[in-house]
């Protein structure tokens, strides 16, 4: 068995080149995904630092600490950041770069250099972000919305959309090579219906990138014609219209809530399996439910309009085909806590997350039905209580997601145990501060607090007061990993080939893997998750 | 397969001048009132015919596997659902009577 290979001295993508040139100009897609993680980690300090600023910000009722010019660019920052260049890349470009050529039995991704050249393509849009921030950022909102961005907002809008436009590059590239990969280079027994379910989330995930992004890439450009020239394509005093921007805008960026969500969804179901030893329940159902979400999430863009202007009539259809995406959702739900009956469950540190990543998605997907509902919508419109909904999602979401599956693949992708006990404090720190942080915004956004204003009345203050405390032990909670992953890369234990006992090729290579993956060609002779027929092997972590 | 077809230059100089002749075409329906919306309607069909030959004919469609083909018609059908159901607010606006709109 491939699982007794230990031998650290043999080669490995690691330890095959040495030197920066090799890191740098490496096509190797297990060192693009480390090139990936560097980068991404780095952007979520900066977005993480600007939350800080936020959370400190709202400590007082008063603007106390930064005018409100500084304000809005801080929250318009966080976001632009985090979604950008943190949530929409995190899942796909370090963990699936990674792991999706190991699930499928394959050497590397399709296209390699379109790989390395997909990374190059992320940092010069990072770099266009950080130098837009150091010429004083944007003041619009992530969203953009015109024509205050286009027409009157003096800030650096068109760095900014510049830099979103060419991250979306970089999305598509990995996206096309995910998706050749899926097709073409599957491991002989490989068939579609035994392909792990990050494998089907990954790959559900590359369409949604590559039939929304061009829609946002054409609509940043429009913005930048009219806020460079002053076109008027969304100036209502030019005879354009400002909702058409909300329509473009959102019919890429709905869908890329589900760029975020649907990797760490297929990361949580690889958990549950392994740490149930059980097949995922109704796997089947589970790959259709990700295929619903992908097409389900191009149609329902228009309840972020339900107050801008749109008609009612189209509003009721699109608050209609929102609330469909609930039941995919719940399918998902249902199945992984089905999946945890009567299985022997095992409460490793991935488990922690996958659990976490439960029921903080449920509340997250839950006040999302509260939000499609038109009349609901209306009075907690742009208050906190948004807040709170889309950072249960995507924090309690994706995040949640990202770090479960970084501790799963961590002794694959180092080759180096990380401390458990550490690691279950950061998990615990992570879901304590998490909802200490948001759950008090769901209550004081329903008594009406405004998203988006930097003071705001004294009886809110409390509820604030307690978001910055869970902000801190969030915080601290992010930092933990940080250190002792790093830490672990030097100092920790060996890992062995297959340190969970989990089903899956990734595991039947050697950890870290040699260049090429597998030292044998593999061939899949089970349907995925074949936990009850396989011989219960050693947990070594 | 797809990549081994080879087309012949004289393919590729008929598809052009039909590029180029619906280029001029553009330009003189531009010129002509045809009423609302019809120049809209043409310089619209116009538009997609030239993507249809560009994209059969240079971007090699008419030769590829059928998975290539799906992947074609499938980015045709989101934009269709774009245009769709964005139009379903712009023509639905004024189904609702709002004073002084």
Redesign the interface.
């Known amino acids: 068995m491939s699982t007794l290979i230990t031998d650290s001295s043999r080669s490995n993508y690691l330890n095959a080149a040495y030197g920066i040139k090799s890191w740098l100009l490496t096509k190797d897609h297990k060192r693009i995904a480390l090139l990936y993680l560097v980068a991404v980690s780095i952007f979520f300090s900066v977005g993480g630092l600007f939350a800080a600023l936020i959370r400190l910000e709202l400590l007082t009722p008063e603007g106390d600490m930064v005018q409100p010019d500084i304000y809005n660019r801080l929250f318009t920052m966080h976001g632009v950041i985090m979604i950008f260049f943190f949530l929409i890349p995190a899942i796909p470009a370090v963990l699936g770069n990674f792991i999706l050529p190991l699930m499928v039995g394959a050497k590397d991704l399709a296209f390699p250099r379109i790989n390395l050249a997909s990374f190059y393509v992320y940092v010069v849009a990072g770099i266009l972000g950080v130098w837009a921030l150091i010429n004083g950022g944007v003041d619009t909102g992530w969203t953009f919305y015109t024509p205050y961005s286009s027409m009157y907002s003096n800030t650096q809008v068109t760095l900014v959309a510049m830099a979103g436009f060419i991250a979306g590059f970089s999305s598509i590239m990995t996206a096309v090579n995910f998706i050749v990969t899926v097709?073409r280079m599957r491991a002989p027994g490989l068939t579609w219906f035994r392909m792990p379910l990050m494998v089907w989330a990954l790959y559900a995930t590359s369409?949604i990138i590559?039939?929304?992004t061009p829609?946002l890439a054409i609509t940043l450009v429009m913005l930048m014609l009219d806020h460079s020239l002053h076109i008027g394509i969304f100036d209502p005093a030019q005879g354009g219209d400002p909702?058409?921007f909300q329509?473009?805008f959102w019919?890429y960026s709905h869908p890329a809530v589900y760029i975020m969500i649907l990797p760490a969804m297929g990361v949580i179901s690889e958990l549950v399996a392994a740490f149930s030893r059980k097949k995922v329940f109704g796997y089947t159902f589970v790959v259709y439910s990700s295929l619903s979400i992908a097409f389900l999430g191009?149609?329902v863009w228009?309840h972020h309009?339900f107050v801008s202007?749109?008609?009612?009539?189209?509003g009721a259809?699109f608050s209609i085909l929102s609330m469909l995406v609930a039941i995919p959702s719940a399918v998902k739900v249902f199945n992984w806590t089905a999946t945890l009956f009567q299985g022997s469950v095992s409460y490793q540190t991935p488990m922690l997350y996958a659990l976490g990543f439960i029921g903080l998605f449920t509340i997250g997907g839950l006040t999302g039905v509260f939000l499609a509902t038109m009349g609901l919508d209306t009075h907690v419109h742009d208050t906190y209580f948004v807040v709170a909904h889309f950072h249960y999602v995507m924090v309690g979401g994706t995040i949640m997601g990202y770090l479960g599956g970084l501790h799963y693949w961590w002794p694959k992708i180092s080759g180096k145990l990380y401390p458990e006990f550490w690691a279950k404090i950061s998990a615990l720190l992570v879901f304590v501060g998490f909802n200490l942080t948001f759950f008090p915004q769901f209550i004081v956004g329903y008594l009406g607090m405004p998203r988006r204003y930097h003071a705001y009345p004294p009886e809110f203050q409390v509820f604030n007061v307690l978001s910055t405390a869970g902000a801190s032990v969030l915080g601290l909670g992010y930092l933990l990993p940080i250190i002792y992953l790093t830490w672990s890369m030097r100092y920790g234990k060996k890992a062995p080939a297959n340190p969970w006992g989990a089903v899956g090729l990734e595991w039947e290579t050697a950890s870290p893997p040699p260049t090429f993956n597998f030292d044998d060609d593999p061939v899949v002779e089970h349907e995925a998750y074949d936990y009850h027929h396989r011989p219960e092997e050693p947990r070594v972590a | 397969m797809s990549e081994h077809h080879i087309v012949t230059p004289k393919t590729y100089i008929t598809i052009i001048a039909f590029l180029f002749a619906l280029t001029a075409a553009t330009v003189w329906v531009a010129f002509q009132h045809f009423g609302d919306p019809w120049n809209d309607v043409i310089a619209i069909g116009i538009a997609l015919t030239k993507a249809t030959l560009v994209v059969l004919f240079f971007m090699h469609v008419k030769w590829s596997e059928r998975t290539t083909k799906l992947a074609v018609i499938l980015a045709v059908l989101f934009l269709v659902v774009l245009l769709l159901i964005t139009m379903s607010d712009f023509l639905t606006r004024g189904w609702l009577g709002v004073p002084g709109s």
Do not use: E, K, P, R
Request: avoid cysteine.
């Open positions: 097709h369409i590559m039939l929304a829609v909702v058409l329509h473009l019919f191009f149609l228009g309009l202007g749109q008609s009612v009539y189209a259809v």
